[in-house]
């Protein structure tokens, strides 16, 4: 049977190619808002995170509305980083819009999401957005779509896709690029979404199913279960039976059922919702992703999410710095420095966060962190430097697995556009990674595309290295590919540290005798301490310094003995930039206004003692 009052869509693509955007048109245009009311760009990305990076983190699902249909949409993150977000929306609907730049074309994470998309065998509707772009080729960006699709494995009835042309920021549509300004709206999307994507199905006699695929929190309720009913009726006060992913099955009562409407979640009507809906329940407290809420007589567990296994991890523990927990140089100090509260913050992200895990280590106050990427790693950590933690985050490592008994390695399929000028310099930055080049496309513009499969390891602190080569012109994006033999030792950070040896103030003759060394990371009147990395040395290896040192005075005066001193202005490297700069003996220190760069053990003699140890002796 289906349910022909409802569609459930998706909306997926590679990052920043107008999936907000096109969102918001759609909410604009079937009157969701009124018609005096503010609305601020980009209304899905409610995260301060999502909207300074300019990224989608969270998937979120809305609800519009056309004519007497009732349209419930997924939002889904691009980054691959957050692919446990886009896995669990695509087990929320029956259909997806694939959207693709009408000049960049498919890239990496346009790949995954796709992947991701044909596996579910769910119907695509590809849309070329963008077209407004000066620089825009869609009927070459069509062909590479379908060169993906092929690419994928996609088969006959797969690769029959519609496509629908869109300036999502002007909220127009159309089915020729050319007819795109002259459209008066979305209504030809809409049109085209009730007609190809189908309505969802069920089993008129079936119990009552339902999957939980999200977790929210309401500050009135408690937890949220947000699921999609997949047969049955459910309403207010129900019972229901609770399946546990663990195979476990207990009798709860829901005390809330909601359903959405444009942005808001209302009370869901007295007669109950049915099949197809997306809603969301109150009342189980400890309810987990992948757990089914069944008929309480006859109940009937649905499959348990699959999501795919993490390829980086890193340590996160309590700040052991000497300033930890202290007001310094102004910054007010984190509220939040005890193991106890880190492993509970920790415990609580695997609640809602499918895609990390979290693993003791040999230390009570650390612990190994796993997640799909440097990025999904670092906006944890940036999440809780905000709630008021203060932490010591480890350098991200890859993941490996011993493959017929060989160690394989995580490798990530690589796309950089460059001018024309720096190709040679991105040649040879990736084939010092063990990157190996697979496709190299110029479109005639100045501008060149590369494809390279490069070890994620290698990948690791290569965008600051990158941007810096290609004077800030180039991009890049990268998805995690597959697992292959290891690739032999890599040295990536061609620069050594400088090391603060003593605890003080710096100072500006100090600094000024430094910065001919190499870049600083400190200003004057900074508090360091012994085992600070206080700047990056031009040469290859380590430097002890006193960044603390002062002039000595005398009573003898002459003509321009006392110079100005000129100081370079200090490198302020934010979170990412830092966990990118550090080597293996090296870690990040973070507070909530602050972030240092530190050596694992302060101490300068032990750190000796233990290069001497490790040091391969003499023949």
């Known amino acids: 049977m289906f349910r022909t009052d409802i569609r459930n869509v998706a909306i997926v693509a590679h990052v920043d190619h107008g999936k907000t955007t096109l969102v918001d048109a759609?909410?604009?245009?079937?009157?969701?808002?009124?018609?005096?009311?503010?609305?601020?760009?980009?209304?899905?990305?409610?995260?301060?995170?999502?909207?300074?990076?300019?990224?989608?983190?969270?998937?979120?699902?809305?609800?519009?509305?056309?004519?007497?249909?009732r349209i419930n949409?997924?939002?889904?993150?691009?980054?691959?980083?957050?692919?446990?977000?886009?896995?669990?929306?695509?087990?929320?609907?029956?259909?997806v819009l694939l959207l693709v730049d009408a000049s960049e074309g498919p890239l990496p994470q346009t790949r995954f999401v796709l992947r991701k998309t044909l596996e579910a065998r769910l119907p695509v509707i590809c849309v070329v957005n963008k077209i407004d772009r000066p620089d825009a080729r869609p009927a070459e960006v069509v062909d590479a779509v379908y060169?993906?699709?092929?690419?994928?494995?996609?088969?006959?009835e797969q690769i029959e896709f519609p496509i629908v042309y869109a300036n999502a920021r002007a909220g127009r549509a159309a089915m020729s690029p050319d007819e795109v300004d002259a459209s008066p709206g979305l209504g030809t999307l809409f049109e085209l979404l009730v007609e190809a994507i189908p309505a969802p199905t069920y089993e008129?006699?079936?119990?009552?199913?339902?999957?939980?695929?999200?977790?929210?929190?309401?500050?009135?309720?408690?937890?949220?279960?947000?699921?999609?009913?997949?047969?049955?009726?459910?309403?207010?006060?129900?019972?229901v039976a609770w399946c546990r992913h663990d195979g476990t099955v207990e009798r709860v009562r829901l005390s809330e059922v909601y359903v959405t409407e444009a942005l808001d979640r209302v009370d869901a009507p007295p007669e109950g919702v049915g099949?197809?809906?997306?809603?969301?329940?109150?009342?189980?407290?400890?309810?987990?992703?992948?757990?089914?809420?069944?008929?309480?007589?006859?109940?009937?567990?649905?499959?348990?999410?699959?999501?795919?296994?993490?390829?980086?991890?890193?340590?996160?523990?309590?700040?052991?710095?000497?300033?930890?927990?202290?007001?310094?140089?102004?910054?007010?100090?984190?509220?939040?420095?005890?193991?106890?509260?880190?492993?509970?913050?920790?415990?609580?992200?695997?609640?809602?966060?499918?895609?990390?895990?979290?693993?003791?280590?040999?230390?009570?106050?650390?612990?190994?962190?796993?997640?799909?990427?440097?990025?999904?790693?670092?906006?944890?950590?940036e999440l809780m430097r905000r709630e008021g933690f203060e932490l010591t985050v480890g350098k991200p490592q890859v993941l490996t697995r011993q493959v017929d008994g060989k160690l394989h390695e995580p490798m990530e399929r690589v796309s950089v556009d460059v001018p024309e000028d720096f190709m040679g310099v991105v040649t040879q930055l990736l084939s010092l990674r063990k990157g190996r080049m697979e496709d190299l496309v110029n479109h005639g513009t100045g501008w060149v595309r590369m494809e390279w499969l490069v070890p994620s390891r290698g990948l690791i602190g290569f965008r600051t290295e990158f941007l810096t080569e290609t004077r800030g012109t180039g991009q890049i994006h990268h998805v995690f590919e597959?697992?292959?033999?290891?690739?032999?030792?890599?040295?990536?950070r061609p620069n050594g540290s400088m090391v603060a040896d003593r605890r003080g103030p710096t100072t500006a003759y100090a600094l000024t005798n430094l910065q001919e060394r190499g870049a600083l990371f400190v200003g004057p009147g900074v508090e360091v301490y012994e085992g600070m990395i206080v700047g990056e040395n031009a040469r290859s290896d380590d430097m002890d310094v006193n960044p603390t040192k002062e002039k000595k005075l005398t009573n003898m005066r002459a003509a321009a003995s006392d110079e100005t001193?000129?100081?370079?202005?200090p490198l302020q490297l934010s979170l990412e930039q830092a966990l990118e700069f550090i080597r293996d003996d090296e870690c990040v220190e973070v507070t909530p206004s602050v972030v240092r760069i530190r050596k694992v053990v302060l101490d300068a003699s032990e750190r000796a003692r233990r290069r001497a140890a490790n040091r391969p002796a003499r023949s």
């Open 26 to 69: 759609m909410l604009r245009q079937s009157g969701a808002f009124r018609a005096n009311q503010e609305v601020a760009e980009r209304v899905m990305d409610s995260m301060d995170l999502e909207r300074e990076k300019g990224i989608t983190i969270l998937a979120k699902n809305t609800t519009v509305r056309y004519g007497d249909l």
């Open 73 to 95: 949409i997924v939002d889904t993150p691009g980054h691959a980083d957050f692919g446990g977000e886009v896995e669990r929306g695509l087990t929320m609907v029956d259909g």
């Open 147 to 156: 060169d993906l699709f092929l690419d994928l494995g996609a088969d006959e």
């Open 204 to 239: 008129p006699d079936h119990p009552f199913q339902a999957l939980v695929t999200n977790l929210d929190a309401s500050p009135y309720v408690g937890r949220l279960a947000l699921c999609r009913v997949r047969n049955g009726r459910v309403r207010k006060g129900d019972s």
């Open 275 to 381: 099949p197809g809906e997306i809603i969301a329940v109150a009342g189980i407290p400890e309810i987990m992703i992948g757990d089914t809420l069944a008929d309480p007589d006859d109940p009937r567990p649905l499959p348990v999410i699959s999501i795919d296994d993490p390829s980086i991890s890193m340590t996160i523990g309590i700040n052991t710095s000497p300033l930890a927990g202290r007001a310094v140089d102004g910054h007010k100090p984190g509220t939040k420095l005890t193991a106890r509260l880190i492993k509970n913050r920790l415990d609580a992200e695997l609640v809602g966060n499918v895609s990390v895990k979290v693993l003791p280590t040999e230390r009570p106050d650390t612990w190994e962190v796993q997640g799909r990427g440097e990025l999904a790693l670092a906006v944890l950590v």
């Open 482 to 492: 597959g697992y292959e033999p290891w690739h032999g030792d890599l040295r990536t």
């Open 565 to 569: 001193v000129r100081l370079v202005p």
